[in-house]
């Protein structure tokens, strides 16, 4: 019977680790690591380069799982009906992803998605998603669901990490709004 109690104790722990959220490793205040990856925007490809986003104003830089999922869908519809908000902000947006990185081109397009408003990159790798600590424990090669908001000079402003596409939008527009005060 003991040995029972504890096989189902680390059970629970172990569901338990692996059904949560990755917490980003990266803090506030910490210098975003720079990087250039190859991009879509509106199906178009082109090299997405952190640094010279930044130039133009804040970045919210979101890492997501992988395209044509459905928390991921959810995701980049919010941030599509969202992008003049960012935009009026002065904010620059970019979905990052290490999965199904041969179907950014159509997801960057699709209406129901990016709908042509913001750039996906692809993370071949995961190597832009290591760098960030952005890495999906239930798959590994993917990256988590983590947004990072990241001020002209490069410093990371606000973190957000939760399985659940609802709230990174809203936390990510927050934060950058707060930047302007």
């Known amino acids: 019977m003991k040995s029972s109690m504890r096989f189902a104790a680390l059970a629970l722990v172990v569901t338990t680790t692996l059904a949560s959220p990755a917490f980003a ?3 506030e205040g910490t210098q975003a690591p720079d990087f250039s990856a190859p991009a879509y925007l509106a199906g178009k490809p082109f090299t997405f380069k952190l640094a010279d986003a930044l130039k133009q104003g804040p970045v ?46 159509d997801f960057s397009k699709e209406t129901e998605h990016c709908g042509g408003k ?8 995961a190597k832009i998603a290591k760098e960030y600590d952005a890495m999906l424990l239930l798959r590994p090669g993917w ?14 402003t606000h973190v957000y990490s939760d399985l659940s596409p609802k709230k990174h939008v809203e936390e990510t ?6 930047l302007e005060k």
């Open 118 to 125: 913001f750039p996906v990159a692809a993370d071949d790798g």
């Open 143 to 156: 990256s988590d669901r983590t947004s990072y908001v990241i001020a002209p000079s490069g410093k990371i």
């Open 173 to 178: 527009l927050n934060a950058v709004k707060a």
């Open 60 to 105: 919210v830089v979101y890492f997501f799982p992988a395209a044509h999922t459905s928390g991921c869908n959810v995701e980049a519809h919010l941030f599509s009906e969202a992008i003049d908000k960012f935009k009026a902000q002065h904010a620059t947006v970019i979905g990052v992803t290490a999965g199904n990185i041969t179907e950014l081109a």
């Open 25 to 27: 490793a990266l803090k």
